[in-house]
Nanobody
């Protein structure tokens, strides 16, 4: 299994922006459709956005996320990005990346995640 390391989270006011990064090691993300996930305490991990191995197909889980977040990848840097704009308090939680579970089993070990906190 490859390893993942998420970063870029932090504390912002509502309406602010954050740029998350997820760097892989041990495996090339270019071999996989990838996704961003988020998980609140006591809740199941939910998909936020997915991106095909080439970057040609991008999907967002909800209408709200689609019009505020941008999911991109740089296979040369083995890194996945999530640009988050117009953040809302309900976006507050831990964010993770991994292969897209809609394509099959997870292909990387889960990283530590990165905490996003949006104050009202």
């Amino acid at each position: 299994q490859g390893q993942l390391d998420e970063s870029g989270g932090g504390l912002v006011q509502a309406g602010g922006s954050l740029s998350l990064s997820c760097t892989a090691s041990g495996r090339n993300i270019s071999d996989y459709n990838m996704a961003w996930y988020r998980q609140a305490p006591g809740k199941e991990r939910e998909i936020v956005a997915s991106i095909s191995w080439s970057g040609a197909n991008i999907n967002y889980a909800t209408y709200s996320v689609k019009h505020r977040f941008t999911n991109i990848r740089d296979n040369d840097k083995n890194t996945l990005y999530l640009q988050m704009n117009s953040l809302k308090p309900e976006d507050t939680t831990m964010y993770y990346c991994n292969s897209d579970r809609q394509s099959g089993p997870y292909c990387f070990d889960w990283g530590p995640g990165t905490q996003v906190t949006v104050s009202s």
